[in-house]
């Protein structure tokens, strides 16, 4: 058999701890759910974006190689489209044709150059740089200042694109002079115009880098030197860009054959995305911080209110204790003395003395039937099952009356009352109203210093009721808790319900009763 649980006093810590573990479980779910949701989101995102770019590269291949003969210009121009598209997005391109890697995302520069002509169509050509040495001209502090490393994708639009290599330059040229190969789509800059990259307003070339070429060189057989009129950012140029050497693809090839029955294909990267912890760092740690607030906060509501409740049950529980405590202790002494007198009269006891014990008796019980009478009228005050019947009532008569009624114990402790009955007539319920008056009158009488004088002054907003204690009261409020009495107090009658039920009664006819204490007197109003 499971024992009776026992209602303990509550404890605001313990039931904000309860509370936290329940928030924080609930809500760390909810953050991983999300967060789980997001990344998977982000991951099938950067998926359909590999995909994307490649199934766009894969196009611009095609246009390329669908031809009988495919030149130099096209693998400059599709030399061209591979850089740009790995500035993007960092995804390497390796190009095969007729069994030959003819095209790759290894770093170099691209010229596209339009000569001047009559003709109304001009031919537009793409070079490509006749040898990597001439980057050693561009590979300088003054240049490389003035380089773009970041990535093209923006967040809304899907994963973040990693930065390409920091070491690896983008710089936006345009060629002013140099020497040209229409046969192999070559260059040989002389002298090119660098921009900010970082800066798209800009129209002004920030420097002018020039190569020393010498123009007797056997390298220059089969090479062009080109004045560009107007070269300017939005004009003839390119970029240098690209990767420094080969990567690590996919081994297996795209291929297919054009019309003419030659194949071509390319192998490719995995495209480079930066993961999703890194993309949004600052975000999740923000939410994190918001989530470890609410965390913190979001409890002290419930745990207030679980609190509040469990305070109420002990409150009501230890309210009934110390009622179960009082009651028995209150009704243990006359019980008491009416077995002792009663044993008395069954032990033959002679007859001078058997009519003092039934009045004994008699008087305990009474005792005893007016305690009971006071807890059955608080009992029914505090349930609000009373009536109320408001008539005129004059309360002077009601104060003179309660004084009248507590006479004998008034004169059994040598008390004095100074009253002077008043003529005042307030509408309210005549009954509760006397009850809350005798047992004020009652409650001086019994616990004034006996030989004292009890003060009693009734005016048209309020009734003063003025005693000399026998010991200083430290907490005069808390004697109107049910049960409640000094300890120098329990040798009375008392049942410790006489200013429990004035309030009750006062609270219900829309009165109010005040109780303090001023050194050695109790002063008790009734706000009317």
């Not at 313990?14 to 759910?33: D, M, R």
């Not at 994708?153 to 330059?169: C, F, R, T, W």
């Not at 029955?261 to 930066?274: P, W």
């Not at 907003?461 to 009261?473: E, F, G, L, Y």
């Amino acid at each position: 058999m499971k024992g009776r649980k026992t209602i303990k006093k509550p404890n605001i810590i313990i039931s904000y701890l309860q509370c936290l573990i329940v928030v924080a479980a609930f809500l760390a779910l909810a953050g991983l759910l999300i967060y789980g949701s997001k990344a998977a989101e982000y991951g099938s995102t950067a998926v359909r974006l590999s995909g994307t770019s490649e199934s766009a590269m894969n196009s611009s291949i095609t246009a390329a190689f669908n031809k009988e003969k495919v030149t130099s210009q096209d693998i400059a121009k599709l030399k061209q489209q591979l850089l740009w598209h790995y500035s993007a997005t960092g995804q390497l391109f390796e190009v095969y044709y007729n069994q030959k890697m003819v095209a790759d995302s290894s770093r170099t520069m691209i010229m596209h150059y339009s000569p001047e002509t009559d003709d109304n169509n001009p031919k537009l050509y793409f070079f490509e740089l006749a040898d990597l040495k001439y980057l050693q001209y561009f590979d300088t502090p003054e240049v490389l200042k003035y380089k773009a490393v970041v990535p093209v994708i923006d967040n809304s639009d899907g994963p973040v694109l990693s930065p390409k290599y920091n070491e690896q330059p983008v710089i936006e040229i345009s060629v002013k002079e140099a020497y040209i190969n229409y046969e192999t789509a070559k260059f040989i800059p002389v002298s090119v115009n660098v921009y900010d990259t970082t800066d798209n307003n800009s129209t002004e070339a920030k420097i002018t880098v020039s190569i020393p070429v010498d123009k007797n060189s056997p390298e220059l057989e089969g090479y062009e030197y080109i004045k560009v009129t107007g070269a300017d950012r939005d004009g003839y140029g390119g970029s240098i860009e690209g990767y420094e050497s080969s990567g690590a693809f996919y081994s297996g090839e795209a291929a297919a054959k054009n019309d003419y029955g030659i194949y071509f294909g390319y192998k490719t990267s995995d495209i480079k995305v930066v993961p999703f912890d890194e993309a949004y760092k600052t975000q999740i740690t923000i939410l994190n911080w918001i989530l470890a607030a609410l965390i913190l906060a979001l409890p002290l509501i419930p745990a207030s209110l679980l609190y509040n409740r469990r305070k109420r049950n002990y409150e009501i529980f230890e309210y009934r204790r110390k009622t179960t405590d009082a009651m028995a202790h209150d009704l243990k002494t006359p019980m008491a003395a009416i077995l002792t007198y009663a044993e008395n009269l069954e032990n033959h006891t002679g007859a001078d003395k058997q009519e003092f014990y039934v009045s004994k008796i008699s008087e305990k019980v009474w005792q005893m039937n007016k305690m009971v009478n006071n807890m059955l009228d608080f009992s029914r005050g505090e349930n609000a099952s009373v009536t109320i019947k408001k008539s005129p009532v004059d309360i002077g008569s009601v104060l003179a009356d309660a004084i009248a009624s507590n006479e004998h114990e008034i004169t059994k402790r040598g008390l004095s009352v100074n009253y002077e009955k008043a003529e005042v007539t307030v509408n309210t319920d005549k009954e509760l109203f006397a009850q809350a008056v005798g047992n004020l009158i009652n409650n001086a009488a019994l616990y004034a210093k006996e030989g004292s004088e009890i003060s009693v002054a009734c005016g048209s907003d309020k009734i003063v009721i003025t005693n000399v204690c026998a010991s200083v009261v430290e907490n005069a409020e808390a004697l109107k808790q049910p049960f409640a009495k000094g300890d120098e107090s329990r040798k009375n009658y008392g049942s410790g319900l006489g200013l429990a039920i004035a309030e009750n009664n006062l609270t219900m006819l829309g009165y109010k009763l005040d109780v303090k204490s001023e050194g050695d007197k109790f002063v008790v109003t009734v706000r009317l």
